[in-house]
């Protein structure tokens, strides 16, 4: 028999709950993915590069035009001085993860995560024989806590791995939190950070969000994982891309070269055509989607403020956690699962997106990235509660 190299892991916590909400028919506010369409004017610079751009492999490090309006989205929104050489597409943001990952780690080399955090850290870690290291956060946004991190640091620290705007915690770092980390890696230049920014244009209540790469003493040492599909509503696509320094990028491309080489080509023609369109005509703001779903978080936060759950106001994203211990004393999971078959709501419970589950939390956690009406028909049924 073959030895796994993921003994410990199953079906994600994702996959389980969308395959409920698919067989009991009901809403889903589990997973993160938007049930509505794109803009089309996406959609219009997307169809006209199926019909006229190559049809074969783009450069290993992506389309140079696409690379180069990347570049200057990141240098307006951060004052960063990036160039195309710092940007390299991926399949996805999960893709690019694992490919920082792998460029960094040797067996036994710890990589420190913030509990809770995006369920695929861990399994990378694994799989390169490195060892996850449980940093716990602040309930209940799940803000870091600096002299954890800093207790947690050994010799064989290599990477830390911070996700900003944060799923599940919705916190979003601000440079403070930023410098604090960099006073505390001051002394070790070795160490890598890895920073998911995926809901980087996701920011509520007039907070702005600051990237790793525009931060003294770890812009060099970092690199930024993004994803077209969180940005233009659109996960399917599983397109992304990784930033970083040339040192940095340099390794990261020698293991993206050999994961999958290339990423789609058409996709990355008509993604760099509208991004040409939006920087001529209507400049990269438009790429903020902070109030279409600020407007969403309201809704949900006032609707489930009328019932028995607990909601906790999100700082960014398109998720919301609330506290479910008014209702029961039932592990989160087992809560979840009855709250999808008693009312038809599918949520997310909140312990497995931990390393070190902790055993009182009651919390479970909702995608408001969903139509008006979905959202509303949704409440009328949590109103039950």
């Known amino acids: 028999m073959h030895r796994s190299k993921l003994p410990n892991e199953g079906i994600t916590i994702f996959s389980e709950m969308s395959a409920l909400a698919r067989r009991i028919n009901a809403i889903n506010l589990g997973q993160g993915f938007p049930d509505f369409t794109p803009d089309q004017t996406v959609i219009k610079h997307l169809r006209e590069a199926f019909l006229h751009s190559t049809h074969q492999y783009a450069p290993m490090k992506g389309n140079e035009k696409l690379r180069k309006l990347l570049a200057d989205k990141i240098n307006f929104f951060q004052n960063t001085k990036l160039n195309e050489e710092n940007i390299t ?76 705007p944060n799923n599940p915690g919705t916190h979003v770092w601000t440079r403070q939190d930023w410098e604090n980390l960099a006073d505390i890696l001051s002394r070790r230049e070795d160490i890598i950070v890895l920073s998911d920014e995926v809901y980087e244009h996701i920011v509520f209540d007039g907070k702005k969000h600051v990237s790793v790469l525009s931060i003294d003493g770890l812009k060099e040492r970092a690199i930024a994982v993004y994803s077209f599909g969180k940005t233009f509503h659109a996960t399917g696509w599983k397109i992304g891309y990784a930033v970083a320094s040339n040192r940095i990028i340099h390794e990261f491309d020698k293991i993206h ?22 920087k001529q005509h209507n400049g990269f703001e438009v790429l903020d989607q902070s109030d279409f779903f600020q407007k969403k978080r309201d809704f949900l936060y006032e609707a489930l403020s009328k019932t028995r759950l607990k909601p906790i106001k999100p700082e960014g ?23 999808a078959h008693k009312i038809g709501v599918v949520t997310i ?37």
Request: proline share 8%; with cysteine.
């Open 89 to 164: 597409i991926t399949a996805g943001a999960t893709q690019a993860i694992f490919c920082a990952i792998t460029s960094f780690i040797h067996p036994e080399d710890e990589v420190i995560i913030l509990d809770p955090g995006y369920d695929s850290y861990r399994p990378s870690v694994l799989f390169n024989s490195g060892v996850p290291v449980a940093v716990p956060s602040q309930p209940p946004l799940f803000r870091p806590d600096f002299d954890r991190i800093k207790d947690a640091i050994t010799d064989k620290t290599k990477i830390i791995i911070v996700n900003t």
């Open 257 to 278: 070269q050999y994961v999958v080489y290339a990423v789609n080509n058409v996709m990355q023609e008509g993604l760099a055509s509208y991004l040409e369109h939006v």
């Open 317 to 339: 994203t398109y998720f919301m956690l609330a506290d479910y211990s008014e209702l029961s004393d039932k592990p989160d999971m087992e809560f979840a699962i009855e709250l």
């Open 349 to 385: 419970p909140l312990s497995p997106l931990f390393i070190n589950q902790p055993k009182e939390l009651r919390m479970i956690r909702l995608c408001f990235a969903k139509k008006d009406e979905t959202l509303e028909q949704a409440v009328a049924k949590l109103s039950q509660l």
